[in-house]
């Protein structure tokens, strides 16, 4: 269904834009919030540099039967042809993802109208294929280059021409000789009389008013047009279309090896990127490493002035003038705490582990058993919270010393 547009003054489509581009809800258009703004402009500079294409809601079925109301600007191109300048019909629909990709442009015929088959760039369909279309940049591409350039294009090859129906009527008369401006070139019959009567190639529709003419006529039509136009003129004309085709290919094959350029350089950032981090973990990984050598080295350096110290203590005795419970000595007096109090565990460990054996075999009594397991068992408690208590200590002492130490060490 077709909403139709404002009339060509330039206010009232500002407000018909503004009101459908702003309506929220179910019933607004498909459109992202950040490129409304953008695609008002261009449909505003559309109507102003083209008067014939006015804005329009529409219904567009998409391929799988989805069913959307876009924006369309309906209307005709005007397309200078030998001297002379037609209007071709076309639909110019704004897609959802408009304006960051192109339109779909339609040539879109009249019943008296046929599409030229093949053309280079209008399908049987009426879908229009352009290289600026294939090359849209958002956001400096534009609906107003976009028609200029469909002008350029169909003023090299005209994608429409007029077909005549077969004439009802036995006996034909002679053509017209002289067609009235404005009229088409093909003649239909008059179906109130057996004569012919010129007839417009493009019937009266609900277009804008143009002040261009009609569609070119078929090759072999019965009419010509009697207009000349100067052959430098014509030359100057197609030199100029053939320089800005080329350019304009240029251009295309430039980007596009930028962007792949482009491409190649990003997929060497990312391989840079991880390699870094490759890198990163690895130097990190040795740093812990370093870290842990060190704590192992101050650990041998500090065993090693312990024992040092006792060969130079020991060096002049013999070894049978020592008893084995005098071959070591305790550095100081937590460490002989800590002997105390672990041979004590250890000698109450044994005369439990006698008494268990005796009990076994009856040689005390289990009442006198339980006694004295029940005070040895609380000795035993108190020997071990000392010695945990003492081992405690010692690790806090020995953290001091290796602190105190590591300076010397490092340096």
């Known amino acids: 269904m077709v909403h139709p547009g404002p009339s060509p003054n330039p206010q009232l489509t500002q407000q018909f834009l503004s009101s459908v581009l702003s309506q929220r809800g179910p019933s607004s258009l498909p459109y992202a919030e950040d490129t409304k703004w ?32 876009l924006l369309q600007a309906d209307g005709t191109v005007p397309m200078p042809f030998q001297g002379v300048t037609y209007n071709i019909p076309v639909v110019l629909w704004l897609m959802e993802s408009y304006p960051r990709h192109p339109p779909c442009v339609y040539v879109n015929p009249t019943r008296d109208m046929v599409i030229k088959r093949p053309h280079p760039h209008v399908n049987p369909s009426g879908l229009v294929s352009l290289p600026y279309l294939h090359n849209w940049v958002y956001p400096s591409s534009n609906l107003v280059d976009l028609v200029r350039n469909l002008s350029l294009v169909f003023a090299r090859d005209p994608p429409l021409y007029s077909q005549r129906r077969p004439a009802p009527a036995p006996a034909p008369a002679p053509p017209n000789p002289s067609p009235s401006p404005g009229q088409g070139f093909g003649l239909t019959p008059s179906l109130n009389s057996g004569n012919y009567a010129p007839r417009p190639a493009i019937p009266p529709r609900a277009y804008p008013a143009s002040p261009y003419g009609a569609v070119p006529p078929a090759a072999g039509g019965a009419s010509q047009r009697i207009q000349t136009e100067d052959p430098s003129e014509v030359y100057k004309r197609n030199a100029v279309n053939k320089l800005v085709e080329t350019v304009h290919g240029d251009v295309a094959a430039l980007r596009k090896a930028r962007e792949a350029e482009m491409e190649g350089l990003f997929g060497a950032q990312a391989v840079l990127r991880q390699r870094e981090e490759v890198v990163s973990r690895g130097v990190k990984e040795m740093q812990d490493e370093k870290e842990a050598l060190e704590q192992q080295l101050q650990m041998v350096l500090m065993n090693s002035d312990v024992l040092e110290a006792w060969l130079r203590e020991n060096a002049g005795k013999k070894p049978g003038s020592l008893e084995a419970e005098d071959a070591f000595e305790c550095t100081d007096a937590l460490s002989k705490q800590m002997l105390d109090c672990t041979a004590a565990d250890l000698a109450i460990e044994d005369v439990i582990y006698s008494m268990d054996k005796a009990a076994q075999e009856g040689a005390i009594p289990f009442d006198q058993y339980l006694r004295s397991v029940r005070l040895l068992s609380r000795e035993q408690f108190f020997h071990r919270a000392t010695g945990i208590k003492v081992r405690a200590v010692q690790m806090q002492a020995q953290v001091a010393s290796m602190a105190a130490r590591a300076p010397h060490y490092v340096s």
Not at 43 to 58: D, G, I, N, R, W
């Open 38 to 69: 953008l695609i008002r402009q261009h449909l505003l500079a559309l109507a102003t540099a083209y008067p014939s294409l006015e804005p329009k809601t529409a219904s567009f079925t998409h391929n799988d039967g989805r069913t959307v109301n």
